[in-house]
């Protein structure tokens, strides 16, 4: 079931892009193609149109979203990396453009070459979450009984080689405990296996737990990036609960196809920004509980390097077999 504020959001962008969409028939050959490596409705899509709807509106081009989900991504950067480099085909980078790369033995497409970064987007919090009812009040608690009874604490996540079954097993190597990671098939198992008590904590992206937290039918233990959310303010980070130097947030960038000359990256990274900008365009994404932040392509790039280097580290730690 959509949240409010998410559904509120999709009704907008929806009447939004078809406001839009008239332009396409006049200026076809500049319509600009923004390829979304998920299913309409979510996060990342929401994200995606409300950026595309507000550089639409300054560059006085349509630009039309292309939802394609699947592979962990493979589909949709297949189809920006094979596109023209001439900067109408977008490509919405995520954390899973990161882990795919790491996690794939071989792709039809070389990440780093066949794609060049425009700017990031924005950050959005994960968490350790805990049942209202579970004897575990705060995350030294939980780490307290870790250390002390090894092998026995069991952390859920969501699949196998996902941002935040990673996080889950990063946690676990920074943390220095010995724990069981248990994967489940989406979120609602996630939340029913940890309300049973089938497991004792989970991690999980922070957006769709928030209303289960302040409504109390779940319990933040702390949540994983550097800084504390402005939705949670009492919630502690991770680093600031007893694994210092700890933070990992999932985020959203954008990108285009490799071999773009750099001025049009250059224009579509100064577009971007401006949209990012955007009082607007910031209250809008921060009720999706994501925090607009623009960057430079090189800084997009670096982010981008730096994340495949972790999420292999962290992928090689847990002895996940690669695909």
């Known amino acids: 079931m959509f949240h409010p504020l998410l559904l509120r959001a999709v009704l907008a962008l929806l009447l939004g892009v078809a406001a839009v969409a008239p332009v396409q028939a ?52 297949s189809a920006v990396a094979k596109a023209a480099p001439d900067g109408l085909t977008l ?10 790369a790491s996690m794939f033995k071989s792709l039809p497409y070389d990440t780093l070459k066949d794609l060049a970064p425009i700017t990031t987007i924005g950050y959005f919090d994960m968490a350790v979450v805990a049942s209202p009812d579970s004897p575990f009040k705060t995350l030294p608690e939980l780490l307290a009984y870790a250390k002390a009874n090894p092998g026995r604490l069991n952390i859920g996540s969501i699949n196998v080689g996902s941002s935040q079954n990673l996080a889950a097993q990063m946690f676990k190597s920074g943390a220095g405990i010995d724990a ?27 957006a769709p737990m928030v209303t289960q937290i302040k409504g109390n039918a779940l319990r933040a233990l702390a949540v994983m990036g550097d800084k504390r959310t402005p939705d949670l303010p009492g919630v502690p980070t991770v680093a600031e609960s007893g694994v210092p130097g ?27 920004n401006a949209a990012l900008a955007s009082p607007d365009v910031r209250k809008r994404l921060a009720e999706l509980y994501v925090e607009a932040r623009g960057s430079t392509a090189d800084q997009m790039s670096k982010l981008l390097q730096s994340e495949i280097q972790r999420w292999s580290q962290v992928i090689d730690q847990a002895g996940i077999p690669r695909l």
Do not use: Y
């Open 91 to 100: 490509l919405l980078l995520t954390n899973a453009t990161a882990v795919t």
């Open 180 to 206: 069981q990671v248990v994967p489940f098939n989406g979120t609602p198992a996630l939340v029913t296996a940890l309300r049973g008590g089938s497991i004792d904590a989970a991690v999980e992206i922070l």
């Open 246 to 272: 700890f933070g990992v947030s999932a985020w959203n960038g954008m990108g285009t196809t490799g071999g773009t000359p750099p001025a049009i990256i250059e224009r579509l990274n100064r577009e971007a």
């Open 26 to 77: 006049q200026s076809a050959a500049r319509t600009i193609r923004f390829v979304v490596p998920f299913g309409p409705g979510g996060a990342g899509d929401l994200t995606a149109r409300i950026v595309a709807q507000k550089m639409s509106e300054s560059m006085g081009q349509p630009i039309v979203i292309d939802n394609k989900p699947g592979a962990g991504g493979v589909v949709a950067t």
